[in-house]
């Protein structure tokens, strides 16, 4: 079962009160690298069962930098609390980020690495980790990489700058997670979460129906 993400970008501190709107989301990512600061961990508690946590690296995708200490430091105090949340693999490796049942990440925004260069930077993190996420940008050979990546256990992949339509193609294929907007792009290639939800509940329904369609 593929689970939408809506993605919001968190600007200012009381961005955090719009979470609720997108409660029909099964999870809501908040993007604390769009804010550039982190946000009390107390003021977000009320929302733990609901949230991912990403404060995402400007190497990744990433709009403003948090300082490495400052962000190993509010990830172990959100893992001590039970947060879910998403941290990169070079992160996770470089600062000893605690990571299990986390989502961790990689991205690769710029060329489509070869299997073995990914399956190196996320191996250690496969089996104990909430999932693996990978996202590559739509070069010649990207679908053959994240099609040859889902035959792993636990991950989600993204093409990135591509119809996104193939989100959906890669979550019927078995991708776990599919993000969509909240109202702008996080990331080149979203839909807004709300599309994706209809696209993915009419596939089930034709799937529900007539099993062939989806299954040849």
């Not at 609720?20 to 003021?43: M, Q, T, V």
């Not at 490796?93 to 990571?99: E, L, R, W």
């Amino acid at each position: 079962m593929t689970l939408v993400v809506a993605s919001l970008p968190i600007r200012k501190e009381e961005d955090i009160q719009k979470i609720p709107n997108f409660y029909d989301a099964d999870l809501i990512e908040i993007r604390l690298d769009y804010l550039g600061k982190l946000i009390p961990i107390e003021k977000l508690e009320k929302f733990k069962e609901k949230i991912i946590v990403t404060i995402r690296d400007p190497c990744e995708g990433g709009i403003n930098p948090i300082e490495p200490k400052e962000k190993t430091e509010y990830l172990t105090k959100l893992n001590e609390k039970g947060f879910l949340y998403d941290v990169e693999a070079r992160f996770a490796k470089m600062h000893n980020v605690p990571t299990r049942n986390k989502i961790v990440s990689v991205h690769y925004f710029d060329k489509v690495p070869s299997f073995e260069e990914v399956y190196e930077m996320i191996k250690d993190f496969i089996e104990t980790s909430w999932l693996v996420k990978v996202a590559v940008i739509g070069k010649p050979g990207y679908k053959s990489l994240l099609s040859k990546i889902l035959e792993l256990e636990k991950v989600s992949v993204m093409p990135m700058g591509v119809n996104p339509l193939e989100r959906i193609a890669f979550s019927i294929l078995g991708s776990k997670l599919i993000y969509g907007h909240t109202g702008e792009e996080t990331a080149k290639g979203q839909m807004h979460y709300k599309t994706v939800k209809q696209i993915l509940s009419y596939l089930t329904s034709i799937s529900i129906s007539s099993p062939s369609i989806l299954t040849g």
